[in-house]
């Protein structure tokens, strides 16, 4: 097929697609016109985020009246002092983890793991098909499980980052057309199977739409060629249709980078089955911004795009840079640090304010490692805490989390407003310091019942 101008086609190249959207590519456009968009595209900016705590407000916030039940079963008296704290957020904050264990030094391990646990509750895990199985036959379960383990450990939903992706072929992938496409499917079943339960949501297909662009044709030539066989539009679905056979229950994410209309209207409103359901759980939108930020104008514009299809969104790899790339290196600076820091705090308000947005993952975690080796770290290479990391975790952990104290009234309740996610209420009754959890969402019953069990002495 061929490809379209970049711009408003479905297929244009990602290198066309990424100028337009930058607007690098523009060569003739008036000033003007220019200043013109620019700020209408500020006022809309400024709007949006004016609005922004009080749609958070009524997006992610519930009220609830719990019922307090003692140990003997009876309700809690009244005039007890209770202390309501949030200990998981239902939206999903994250990610990728591909540096846990792999950092330099034991130390830098340790100040990515507990870094990483103090503000994240979501962790993209890697399945790139030619690193996850440089030999046939022999996948780095071992890997996988070391990581599931700590986030478990961690309370860190996990997803699996790519399914199927020809980007590049594993060393060993030889035969036909169909016999590739069929050893690609076969690896989805056999991943979404065995990991059931250690990870449930995956990227089931990873850019599609520019399957055929040249580096895919030069480094995976023999998945770019059973795609094209195949076509496209069959190749994805089929891979839905396999993935959701392994995996009944998984959510199935469509991820990639174009955020344009026609792909929207080209690509995701036609990933349907034949009674013309979506075969698609997630949305997920990629939004690395090494050349700029998108701007609140932008990014509201591009979940209002996609929430159309009453699909929850998924904002899957997003990357704003501390410092300017040069001959010499890209290397993260003061400045940089504090744009970084201040741009993040207005994309995360942003989508935390858009009521279709249900999780945000960054990219990546630490400028160690980090892809393009750019500084698009929280962390710097050193593991190091940037502006971004503090910036952000006084929103997530502090402007929108929840802790309270009030007094319970008769029948042992009480009612409080909360972000929506995981709680624990302690309270003192007779001597004894009593504890329970309770889940918070706006389908919470108007009244929960609270058990409350005795806690031990170090809680």
Not at 129 to 141: A, F, L, M, T, V
């Amino acid at each position: 097929m061929a490809n379209r101008n970049p711009g408003c086609g479905a297929f244009c190249t990602r290198r066309q697609f990424l100028l337009a959207a930058t607007g690098t590519a523009v060569a003739v456009t008036a000033p003007y016109f220019a200043t013109a968009r620019q700020r209408d595209a500020s006022e809309d900016s400024d709007r949006i985020l004016a609005d922004a705590e009080s749609r958070i407000r009524q997006h992610r916030m519930a009220p609830v009246t719990l019922k307090l039940v003692t140990p003997d079963g009876q309700p809690l008296g009244p005039g007890r002092r209770v202390e309501i704290r949030q200990v998981r957020h239902r939206f999903l904050f994250g990610c990728n983890i591909f540096m846990l264990g792999r950092c330099r030094t034991p130390e830098q391990n340790a100040a990515y793991e507990s870094r990483f646990a103090g503000i994240f509750n979501y962790a993209t895990l890697p399945f790139y098909w030619w690193n996850y199985e440089r030999q046939k036959g022999s996948p780095d379960h071992e890997r996988t499980e070391e990581i599931v383990r700590w986030c478990r450990a961690h309370d860190v939903t996990t997803k699996g980052h790519p399914l199927a992706w020809n980007y590049r072929d594993p060393p060993w992938l030889t035969g036909t057309p169909q016999e590739v496409a069929r050893a690609q499917f076969e690896r989805i079943t056999r991943y979404v199977q065995r990991l059931r339960g250690d990870i449930d949501i995956w990227d089931v297909v990873n850019e599609a739409t520019h399957y055929d662009r040249a580096e895919c044709k030069r480094d995976a030539p023999r998945l770019t060629e059973a795609i094209a066989a195949m076509g496209v539009g069959p190749y994805i679905r089929t891979a839905f249709k396999t993935a959701r056979q392994a995996g009944r229950d998984a959510t199935l994410v469509i991820n990639d980078y174009r955020t344009d209309a026609a792909f929207a209207e080209k690509v995701i409103s036609e990933l349907a089955d034949e009674h013309a359901r979506p075969m698609y759980d997630v949305i997920g939108i990629q939004s690395h911004m090494h050349g700029g930020p998108w701007g609140a104008a932008r990014t509201w514009e591009v979940c209002e795009r996609f929430a159309k299809f009453a699909k929850p969104l998924h904002f899957t790899e997003t990357t704003l840079v501390s410092g300017p790339k040069s001959e010499s290196g890209w290397t993260t600076t003061a400045k940089g640090e504090e744009q970084q820091a201040r741009l993040a705090s207005e994309f995360y308000t942003v989508l935390f304010s858009h009521p279709a947005v249900e999780a945000i993952t960054w990219w990546d975690f630490s400028d160690q490692g980090a892809w393009q080796m750019a500084p698009a770290g929280f962390l710097r290479d050193d593991m190091s805490a940037k502006p971004i990391y503090e910036r952000l975790c006084d929103m997530i952990k502090g402007r929108w989390w929840t802790r309270v104290e009030a007094e319970s009234g008769p029948e042992g309740r009480l009612r409080i407003d909360g972000f929506q996610g995981e709680y624990e209420a302690a309270v003192k009754e007779n001597g004894r310091r009593l504890g329970g959890r309770f889940s918070l969402a706006k389908a919470t019953a108007e009244a929960t019942d609270v058990q409350l069990t005795e806690l031990s002495a170090d809680r």
